[in-house]
């Protein structure tokens, strides 16, 4: 691509940013992200599907929504299967209901599907706009605190404790620990001198020191094929997902990827300065869109439900703010069909640290949410902890937006829930009922 193409259909000056800058932000949303070319097969295996083609299915349903997000949306923000909905497919769906993997990605597949129809019909956009104020900023708050733990169980800062104290301080003399303690002194120190690429360099820092202390082992080799795809890729059985005992598990799939893409979309807007003077996103049709093909491609690929990550903000913040940075992290993504040892050695300790100093910017939102009226802080606050406490984004939006229209009818503003904030009541509701516990 030329440089003026480029400048003229990301606009890059409009936005006040440069090739660069793209570069730096959609390398950093990779490498916070990177983990789940493992990880996320790694998950499926519990399901019964074969490690090498799941991972391939990963990288290419990342490709594919992130391209799309990129070109289409000129938006900085990344796509790649969720984590909850795959561990919810692995160990909920065929774990302890006994369905099969190939029966799960069918309800992926009619999942992705039912949102691609909300999305050009525009009712999500609708939905999306009924959404309060306060409830918004939650979201940038909720994700923060979100971000902020998984990055602390990653970084094993903070691991499983015991009954009556479910969580516990982690082994902070292990060599593991204080190189993921290192990486984050590192990335504040270096943000506190306002240096560009912080988090990146905190990164790659605690990566070498794990390399060269043996905490974490260098890869073996660079460079390897990808694994055949084939095991997996349309596997789907549409035909088994189409059963009434199935309907429980489509809604939750749906309402979890509705809602998670919702609230990582405004949430990394909020923090980028993209939401309106009314707090939309404008044209956030266009990467609901990409969300929800990404999510039909990936069950077609052979994996779960894919969406925005909230990682994506790690970008945003060393500048971020144009497609291109996405497709910068799509390319990345490519690399690693390729490239997949070298990506894959690169330690949580490393990567864990980056979470926990975005998830501390994006909780900076916090001072705006109005503490004052009751009616919008107990959901908000609802939004907020039942993120990170249920570690499931889906649980903690659905308390929110359960909570609030009740909350208006108590305080007598019963005018101020918007008609499809009462759509969005009545989904969350039938989420939590017919969540499969």
Known sequence: MGKNFIERHFRLSEQGTSVKKEFVGGLVTFMTMAYIIVVNPAILEAAGMPFGPAMVAT??????????????????FAIAPYMGENAFVAYTVCGV?????????????????????????????????????????????????????????????????????????????????????VGFLVMAALMIRKVKGAVLIGILSAALLAFATGVARAPAQIVSMPPDVSAVFLQLDVMGALSWGFFAVILTMFTMDFLDTMGTLIGASAKAGFLDENGNLPEIEKPFLADSLATVFGAVAGTTTSGTFVESAAGIEEGGRTGLCALVVAAFFALGLFFS?????????????????????????????????????????????????????????????????????????????????????????????????
């Open 59 to 76: 990288i290419l349903s990342a490709i594919f929504g992130t391209v799309i997000m990129g070109i289409y949306a000129n938006r900085p």
């Open 97 to 181: 209901l006994g369905y099969s993997w190939q029966t799960a990605l069918g309800a992926v597949f009619i999942s992705g599907v039912l949102l691609t129809i909300l999305t050009l019909t525009k009712s999500r956009n609708i939905m999306a706009a009924a959404v309060p104020h306060n409830l918004k900023i939650s979201f940038a708050v909720g994700i923060g605190m979100f971000i902020t733990f998984i990055g602390l169980v990653n970084s094993k800062i903070v691991v499983l404790g015991v009954e009556g104290a479910p969580l516990h301080i982690g082994p902070v003399t292990s060599p593991e620990v204080l190189i993921a303690v």
């Open 341 to 437: 040892p070298l990506f894959a050695a690169i330690p949580a300790a490393a990567t864990g640290p980056a979470l926990i100093i975005v998830g501390i910017l994006m909780m900076s939102a916090v001072k705006d949410l109005d503490f004052e009226d009751y009616a919008e802080a107990i959901p908000a606050f609802a939004v907020i902890v039942l993120m990170s406490f249920t570690y499931n984004m889906g649980v903690g939006l659905c308390a929110g937006f359960v909570l609030f229209p009740l909350l208006k009818i108590v305080q007598g503003k019963v005018r101020d829930v918007r008609p499809a904030a009462w759509v969005l009541f009545l989904l969350c509701l039938a989420f939590f009922i017919f969540y499969p516990y």
